[in-house]
């Protein structure tokens, strides 16, 4: 399967946020876009998600078969917000989860384990700690399965031990054919992966969509704005 993304401009309020990024993702393959806050990160990944329109180009999925033909249903989506009823237990936000989104691999109960929360699945999602919020949103991601993964800031709220959990779990999907893009400012433990650096803020956060275009704010060695990285190739001796 491909994820293939030409000429992307988005916009909020009706202010460009960014424009003409393009990329192509294929199975196995992880994307980690990075910039400034207000550079259009998570209208980025919000746009890809079809949560928000795009004012130009077009995104597309390639060879997802009958169950994934759109980008809207290859795609889980996992934003800043957790999306859990703090009323409801873990177990009863991941059965509407897994009911909305379709079974996968995992039932609900391994589906903790693997994120650590084993045996706290009766507690209200209220009840957990930031951390353990952000783990039980993780879980949604194992419980219904699609291919391609949207991450805003994952592992935001997270500690070392459970950065290095997520980050197994990210490397097992990427192996498994997945295909990932996740917004950070932070090392998300992925090697070999892609990046796209987002430019300068846009006039909506109090920055320069002229000079995000003419790529202000880098040195003559950087990538201008919105540019992709393909990971380094391994060099030879001699």
């Known amino acids: 399967m491909r994820l293939i993304a030409e000429n992307l401009s988005g916009e909020r309020g009706g202010?460009?946020?960014?424009?003409?990024?393009g990329f192509t993702l294929?199975?196995?393959?992880?994307?980690v876009v990075t910039g400034?806050?207000?550079?259009?990160?998570?209208?980025?990944?919000?746009?890809?998600?079809g949560l928000l329109p795009h004012t130009v180009g077009r995104i597309t999925v390639e060879g997802g078969g009958e169950a994934f033909s759109t980008?809207?249903?290859?795609?889980?989506?996992?934003?800043h917000q957790n999306a859990m009823k703090a009323a409801l237990t873990v177990n009863e936000n991941l059965a509407f989860w897994r009911d909305f989104s379709g079974d996968g691999k995992l039932g609900i109960t391994e589906a903790l384990e693997e994120v650590g929360l084993?045996?706290?699945?009766?507690l209200p999602f209220g009840y957990l700690s930031t951390g353990q919020k952000r783990r039980a949103a993780i879980a949604k991601?194992?419980?219904?399965?699609?291919?391609v993964?949207?991450?805003?800031?994952?592992?935001?709220?997270?500690?070392?031990?459970?950065?290095?959990?997520?980050?197994?779990?990210?490397?097992?999907?990427?192996?498994?054919?997945?295909?990932?893009?996740?917004?950070?400012?932070l090392p998300l433990g992925l090697e070999g992966v892609k990046t796209l650096e987002m430019g300068l803020p846009s006039p909506l956060w109090g920055g320069s969509i002229r000079e995000a275009e003419?790529?202000?704010?880098?040195?003559?060695?950087?990538?201008?704005?919105g540019s992709l990285r393909s990971p380094p190739s391994p060099q030879g001796g001699g």
Request: overall charge negative; charged content about 15%; hydrophobic content about 40%.
């Open 149 to 185: 993964w949207l991450l805003d800031e994952p592992t935001a709220g997270l500690d070392k031990a459970s950065d290095a959990r997520f980050a197994a779990l990210m490397q097992d999907h990427c192996a498994a054919g997945g295909i990932i893009i996740a917004a950070t400012h």
């Open 118 to 122: 084993g045996g706290l699945g009766h």
């Open 36 to 49: 400034p806050n207000g550079s259009g990160k998570s209208t980025l990944l919000r746009v890809i998600a």
């Open 26 to 31: 294929a199975d196995g393959e992880a994307l």
């Open 214 to 225: 003419r790529g202000g704010g880098t040195d003559g060695n950087s990538p201008p704005p």
């Open 15 to 21: 202010e460009a946020v960014f424009a003409d990024i």
């Open 141 to 147: 991601l194992l419980i219904s399965h699609r291919p």
């Open 71 to 79: 980008v809207a249903a290859a795609c889980h989506y996992l934003g």
